[in-house]
């Protein structure tokens, strides 16, 4: 059955999820800070660009792809989105939010009949593609719940119920944390071998055979480092952003975690070197600098 979705933030990961809401047969109201970039994806998926809040006064699941908490909170509240929503409706927050900004916010979208759920993903720009990302769904309003999963399955292959609101946030942090430990170290052990004169292909087979194996040598490396594509899809600025929520969480909470402390240090380095805007997997560029070294294969 045809419904209508709204979706705000149509940049890399949020058009396509966004076309896959779409394609399941929804009809979506559209709304990006970049009214062409909105133009655009009506044009080519169908549906509405919403040229104010009033275009969301008979939505009953609005989905936000924002690059944090206090740009959720602009566009939904302080943009009156969520003031246009029907009594009922559902916000659906699947950008990767610091936890204690969604615990901020869903107070104040409660006091205007909007429930907030959490439900970050993960699995980058290619499983938002084809509509199998993993969600992190955060949150205790079952009624809310039912309504936004139709919705959440257009775009996901696995979702996870992680527990009260905030959790979805916090889980993917602490995911996202690992993610990042997992290719600095993956980058910096490819560093020291080609300053050893190994091959990086090799090592990347040596790893994905054995127990180094990680999210960066099997995808990642193959793909994007060996190649030197450097086209992962993942800003770097947003990975530092989900460790650096990762170690907040950890010092709110007054739990030792030096290593997601030095991570976020090692990534906001390189990302001070490069564009704002540089992928992920330029920061081995800034490591290769420093030691002086070029990670390339001998293959063909």
């Given amino acids: 059955m045809t419904s209508t979705v709204g979706f705000i933030g149509l940049g890399t990961m949020g058009r396509p999820m966004a076309a896959n809401v779409a394609r399941a047969g929804h009809h979506v109201v559209g709304l990006d800070t970049d009214a062409a970039r909105t133009q655009a994806w009506v044009s080519e998926h169908g549906g509405t660009a919403a040229e104010g809040p009033e275009a969301f006064a008979d939505v009953p699941v609005v989905v936000t792809m924002l690059p944090n908490g206090k740009v959720v909170r602009t566009a939904v509240l302080d943009g009156g989105v969520a003031d246009a929503l029907p009594d009922g409706a559902v916000v659906v927050d699947m950008s990767s939010s610091e936890p204690w900004e969604t615990l901020s916010l869903a107070p104040e979208l409660a006091e205007r009949g909007v429930t907030l759920l959490d439900a970050p993903v993960s699995g980058a720009l290619t499983r938002a593609i084809d509509a199998t990302l993993t969600i992190m769904l955060g949150g205790e309003d079952e009624a809310a719940i039912e309504r936004a999963i139709p919705v959440i399955e257009t775009m996901s292959e696995r979702i996870f119920r992680t527990g009260p609101l905030g959790s979805g946030h916090a889980m993917k942090g602490l995911n996202n944390f690992i993610t990042g430990t997992g290719f600095v170290a993956t980058c910096e052990a490819l560093v020291v071998g080609a300053k050893a004169g190994l091959d990086p292909a090799v090592m990347l087979d040596v790893m994905n055979a054995s127990s180094g194996v990680n ?32 170690d907040d969480l950890a010092r709110e909470l007054d739990v030792e975690a030096p290593t997601a402390s030095m991570v976020v240090g090692r990534l906001r380095a390189a990302l001070e070197q490069l564009e704002p805007t540089a992928d992920t997997t330029m920061a081995l560029t800034v490591w290769e600098r420093a030691a002086g070294v070029t990670v390339a294969t001998e293959r063909e």
């Avoid at 193959?222 to 993942?234: C, K, L, M, N």
């Fill in 215 to 246: 999210f960066t040598s099997q995808l990642i490396g193959p793909a994007e480092i060996v190649t030197r594509r450097f086209a992962s899809g993942f800003a770097l600025a947003l990975l530092a952003k989900d460790v650096g929520i990762a």
